[in-house]
């Protein structure tokens, strides 16, 4: 049996975060280990990993590595050796022949054949089907032939006739009323524990206190009451949390795109930024905070202030989040990404250049919503415009007096002996007395510009910008553009 050193050492929760591996660690998944972890935290208790892994069609080694590296780049921590449900099997068994010696079980005979005819009659007749308990009443006899003849059989937990009453953390007091719940099987005729064994007995012998988790889990919570009670022993605190919404007020689905940790971190999402905005995903400090460092969080959560109603996943407010936590990260902290992301692509950053980079990831920091975003605008740097923004083509692409100003500034650009581009200040001066000189205003000169050099209407500082990208690239991509306007011109 795995146990936990220390247990009765601790004052605080234990909670856990129990997945299944049959797939990537997805966001509503993120904030149920997200809200036990903060438990555990708060209260100077244990968060513990169970990796579920008894459904052996389903559960993947793949998923395993996946669902471990999403809470590791999360942050999650948990305090003792990852625990794995299926090392426990030997344990789950015995707790349910515990319980048929002690006839708070009995053996079904009942074949597959049989209930599948009743459950279609049963359904057919009153739209739904509970086992009758036909094999409550075998006789000591019966079992005995029954066992003889090597009739396969499960285990069924005898269920009382009576209401289930708990208090839950977050929805309060909540009941079904007897007779909702048949007798269930604990254990299957191949001889494996189901799932609700597993978990009861897991929680127990880990010292579970608390068992924080989503609300698609409640009736398990009931049938799982049941086999605490069974076996004589205390559960834990229940709390269920309200599952996570799309914009549509639908259940969040693929449709809605990205749902797993991993496809935000590829999206350029930082951790902290997700951490942050799961935290306030059907929990908010009562107050408007809503950027906050996970100290932060830690001193302001409170498990009895989770929402009662379903959150709302709002991609755009993500980004915002992600902006925001971006814009605070110092350009050191990033440049290394970055670096390494542009390797990828053959462009090298050199010594001589880099501190214009860096000026350029300053000013693109702060406008952008993802890393990706921020490598994207990046790109600016390094590669001429192959396209240019529909919206800039016919707005700055389109008189013939633009063109003119194109032509001019790159020859004034070409022809000045000194690199008027040599700082921010001077290329200033230099791109406003041109503008003089063409009596126009440098405005009229700066958005065609932008374009010409960038490819959008948008960006830093202009000043800035043709500072940062030298003048060699400036004059080569103004006369690109030239070429572009004059084909689409043809
Ligand atoms: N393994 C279950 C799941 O991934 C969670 C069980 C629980 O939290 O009790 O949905």
């Known amino acids: ?20 591996p ?10 149920t280990a997200i809200f036990n972890w903060l438990v555990a935290k708060k209260t100077g208790g244990k968060f513990l990993l169970r990796i579920e892994d008894t459904d052996l069609q389903r559960s993947t080694q793949e998923s395993i590595n996946q669902i471990i590296e999403s809470m590791r780049w999360l942050g999650l921590d948990w305090d003792e050796p990852v625990f794995y449900q299926s090392e426990n099997r030997n344990r789950h068994i015995e707790v349910a022949q515990n319980l048929l010696q002690e006839g708070k079980a009995y053996r079904c005979f009942c074949s597959k054949e049989e209930l599948t005819e009743k459950r279609a009659k049963a359904e057919k007749e009153t739209g739904g089907y509970q086992y009758d308990g036909k094999c409550r009443k075998l006789s000591g006899a019966e079992i005995a032939n029954n066992l003889d003849k090597k009739l396969p059989f499960t285990l069924r937990l005898m269920t009382k006739h009576k209401d289930i009453r708990f208090t839950d953390l977050v929805i309060g007091e909540t009941k079904i009323t007897a007779g909702e719940i048949d007798d269930i099987i604990i254990l299957r005729s191949d001889g494996s524990p189901v799932y609700q064994l597993a978990v009861v007995v897991d929680d127990f012998d880990m010292g579970i206190t608390t068992v ?98 379903a959150a709302v996943f709002d991609p755009k407010k993500l980004n915002w989040f992600n902006s925001k936590y971006i814009a605070q990260l110092s350009i050191e902290e990033i440049l290394p990404e970055i670096e390494a992301y542009f390797d990828t692509l053959g462009c090298k950053i050199i010594d001589s250049d880099k501190e214009r980079f860096k000026l350029l990831v300053g000013l693109y920091k702060i406008r952008s919503g993802t890393l990706a975003e921020l490598k ?33 500034i790159s020859g004034k ?21 041109f503008a003089e000189e063409q009596n126009t205003s440098a405005a009229k000169v700066i958005h065609p510009l932008r374009l010409a050099i960038s490819g959008k209407t948008e960006s830093p500082g202009i000043f800035e910008l043709v500072y940062i990208l030298g003048r060699e690239k400036i004059i080569r991509r103004i006369d690109k553009a030239l070429t572009f306007i004059e084909k689409l011109e043809r």
């Open 1 to 20: 049996m795995h146990t936990y050193k220390s247990i009765e050492d601790i004052v605080g929760e234990i909670v856990r975060f129990a997945p299944s």
């Open 22 to 31: 049959t797939g990537h660690l997805h966001i509503g998944g993120a904030r």
């Open 212 to 309: 924080l988790r989503g609300s698609d889990h409640l009736m398990n919570t009931f049938k799982q009451i049941l086999i605490y009670e069974a076996m004589g022993w205390t559960s834990p605190q229940f709390g269920h949390v309200p599952l996570i919404m799309g914009v549509d007020k639908k259940r969040l689905s693929k449709r809605h795109g990205a749902t797993s940790v991993e496809e935000f971190k590829d999206q350029g999402i930082l951790a902290e930024a997700l951490f942050n905005y799961l935290c306030l995903l059907g929990w908010s400090p009562g107050d408007d905070m809503e950027l906050m460092d996970r100290n932060e969080i830690i001193k302001k959560f409170d498990q009895k202030k989770i929402n009662k109603s």
């Open 376 to 408: 994207e605008n990046l790109t600016v740097y390094f590669f001429d415009p192959e396209v240019f923004t529909e919206k800039g083509v016919n707005k700055f692409f389109t008189e013939k007096r633009n063109m003119e100003l194109l032509r001019q």
């Open 413 to 433: 650009v070409a022809s000045t002996p000194n690199d008027p581009f040599s700082s921010i200040g001077n290329s200033e001066i230099f791109i406003r007395s």
